[in-house]
């Protein structure tokens, strides 16, 4: 994370003197792979600092602040017309971090993965001290470095995407969850950046994207453990399809600026779901490499947007209902993927490929691993998870 806000720092603060259009692009872009590095780490830290049962809150939560962060863009925007000034503005703030750095903890797992035990059995005391539980509670031995290198023994064998896709069923599920993700991605910054075609004050419609997302992760958060993933996700996806078809037929102003946040709404909470529900999907093996192509789907969906919206200039109404179209096809695709609700996540190739099939699933018999996921929930490290349930 140090790494990443220091290039953020670095190459926004360069990107406000740019000398020209080129050099703009390529600062901006660096700018932009180094954004989601402090993403993915930032949230790796948050869900690991909880316990297992509150590591789904955790990671919806955590998307409050991100919608916090594109309100204030608008905000500060609407009173910093001038771009270079506007990239200081954004960009600076960044420094705070660095004097943050000696109260932010290191990751666990990080810890456990480099041996230094110590340090990582200290940190998870830390945390039954701020949770006012006795130290005498917690289970002993907690990093049998034995019990560590057996697992690391088992694992030798290097996972690919290859074995995303070595498999039918697991093949089919991968397939799934890259076309919602690329859906989500296209649909959200589309909606996000098509602001000013909707009629009404530019400022304040961008500013109201960002609001309403706030209400979705409120909505999504019991949502998802009442109903279950794979049913909001649908749900949420269809409603942002829908709202998007029907803002093509909605007269220019505050009235479509309305149906349009609608299907913001839905496509903010299904976003949320989708990092949930995928990490939830794929086999401990393949998950980090599963989660990074899965991010990897959602970035093209990012690049597309703004290329689907220029389309409008041919026909208006084009944009929205590709992004209707495709909303309401990832949604009914999703109720085809298996439901992970409290059911026990898949640990092996065999297990996620059995996953889902109509057959009886065998309990898996492979050891929990350390396995870390790009940040996302994981439950199968029965080392960590047995201090974490005993702090919470």
């Not at 600092?49 to 916090?68: D, E």
Request: proline share 5%; net charge neutral; hydrophobic share 45%.
């Amino acid at each position: 994370m140090f790494l990443c806000m220091f290039i953020t720092l670095v190459f926004g603060i360069a990107t406000a003197f740019a000398p020209g259009y080129w050099w703009f692009t390529v600062f901006r872009t660096i700018v932009g792979f180094s954004n989601i590095g402090i993403y993915l780490s930032a949230f790796t830290i948050a869900t690991e600092l909880v316990g297992p049962s509150k590591r789904t809150f955790a990671g919806m939560v955590i998307n409050f602040y991100v919608s916090a962060g594109f309100i204030l863009y608008g905000v500060l925007a609407y009173f910093i017309r001038d771009w270079r000034w506007l990239q200081l503005t954004i960009t600076l703030p960044n420094a705070l971090y660095f004097l943050m750095i000696p109260y932010i903890p290191e990751s666990v797992r990080w810890l456990i993965s480099q041996k230094r035990f110590d340090e990582a059995e200290d940190l998870i005391k830390e945390c039954a001290k701020v949770n006012k539980v006795s130290l005498e509670e917690l289970p002993d031995n907690l990093f049998e470095e034995q019990k560590l290198e057996m697992e690391k023994a088992e694992h030798d064998v290097t996972y690919t995407v290859v074995d995303l896709f070595r498999t039918p069923n697991l093949r089919i599920k991968t397939i799934n969850i890259l076309y919602n993700w690329f859906v989500n991605s296209l649909v959200y910054y589309g909606l996000s950046l098509s602001t000013a075609s909707l009629g009404g004050r530019d400022y304040l419609a961008f500013i109201l994207s960002g609001v309403v997302e706030i209400p979705a992760y409120i909505v999504a958060i019991p949502a998802i453990g009442t109903f279950g993933r794979k049913r909001m996700l649908c749900a949420f996806m269809v409603l942002g399809g829908v709202a998007c078809l029907t803002t093509v037929w909605v007269p220019m102003g505050w009235g479509r600026t309305t149906v349009s946040l609608i299907g913001k709404f839905g496509i903010a909470a299904s976003f949320g779901i989708i990092y949930v529900f995928s990490a939830e999907l794929y086999p401990t093996p393949v998950r980090s490499v599963g989660m990074g192509t899965s991010s990897m789907s959602a970035r093209v969906g990012g690049i597309l947007a703004p290329i689907i919206l220029e389309i409008g200039k041919i026909w208006p109404p084009l944009p929205l209902m590709i992004f209707s179209l495709m909303s309401i096809s990832a949604g009914l695709l999703a109720l085809l993927l298996p439901e992970t609700l409290n059911k026990k996540l898949p640990e092996t190739i065999e297990d996620g490929e059995t996953i889902g099939q109509r057959k009886k699933v065998k309990e898996p018999t492979s050891k929990p691993t350390m396995i870390d996921y790009c940040g996302q929930v994981d439950i199968e490290s029965s080392f960590t998870n047995q201090a974490y349930e005993v702090v919470e």
